[in-house]
């Protein structure tokens, strides 16, 4: 099967500007995640979705990041305006079902799309 | 909250030699854990996960790991490391009882990288 695809895998940008992150999981998932990896960190959690629906946002800087997932496939995350701690590796999951005894799917990982914001 | 940590974060063992990568967790239930691997310039890639049952899970690639309740730990092993083990492993845990606020989250350790010498 197919992977989690994301583009683009790097992104250069100056402080305030805008980006946006795009993210095809793979056929059939319905959970889709945005996690933020800065350098030297573990994976954290931005925002999480069920098809199209916001599962968890607790922590997205809601401020300047926004996430949508239009008819519970693609999704895109977008930062505006960025700022310098923003620079990290954004990375895309989708795992096949969510609640109940399917908290243990595993996720399948995108490559990510590194950003520096400069 | 749950949490999750690993003391090491740097591993460096002998080709060959049996390797163990570390890993401590705290939830209030019972947890669901994982270990995922991350390679250079990649997303992170599953390898096994710990739901209920034999405290020793096998995973991909000859790794395995054993859960431990007493001692809240979950720690990765591979009986004979190899070169291409070379790479960041990350521990996760999901709290299922937990019904509060990121409720659904995988929280991440920090992770360990793993370097496997000749």
């Known amino acids: 099967e197919a992977g989690v695809a994301q583009s683009p895998r790097y992104k250069i940008i100056e402080k305030r500007q805008s980006v946006a992150f795009w993210c095809n999981p793979i056929?059939?998932?319905?959970?889709l995640y945005w996690y933020q990896q800065i350098l030297g960190q573990g994976p954290k959690l931005l925002i999480q979705?069920?098809?199209?629906?916001?599962?968890?946002d607790s922590q997205l800087p809601k401020d300047r990041f926004s996430a949508e997932r239009l008819k519970g496939v693609d999704s895109t995350l977008k930062i505006q305006p960025a700022k310098l701690e923003d620079s990290a590796v954004y990375l895309c999951?989708?795992?096949?079902?969510?609640?109940?005894?399917?908290?243990?799917?595993?996720?399948?990982f995108g490559n990510g799309t590194r950003l520096t914001v400069t | 909250a749950q949490s999750v940590a690993q003391p090491e974060d740097q591993v460096n063992v002998a080709e060959g030699n049996p390797l163990t990568v570390k890993c401590t967790y705290s939830?209030?239930?019972?947890?669901?854990l994982f270990w995922y691997v991350q390679y250079p310039n990649r997303g992170l890639q599953f390898l096994l996960k710990?739901?209920?049952?034999?405290?020793l899970v096998k995973g991909s690639y000859g790794f395995e790991a054993e859960f431990n309740k007493s001692q809240t730990s979950f720690h990765l092993k591979k009986p004979s490391a190899l070169v291409s083990d070379s790479a960041l492993y990350f521990c996760?845990?999901?709290?299922?009882?937990?019904?509060?606020?990121?409720?659904?989250?995988?929280?991440f350790g920090k992770g360990t990288k793993l370097s496997v010498i000749p």
């Open positions: 056929s059939g998932h319905a959970t």
């Open positions: 710990y739901i209920t049952g034999d405290n």
């Open positions: 996760a845990v999901r709290d299922p009882s937990y019904s509060g606020a990121g409720s659904y989250q995988l929280t």
């Open positions: 979705f069920q098809n199209n629906g916001v599962v968890d």
């Open positions: 999951a989708s795992s096949s079902r969510m609640g109940g005894s399917s908290y243990n799917s595993p996720l399948h």
């Open positions: 939830v209030s239930g019972n947890p669901y």
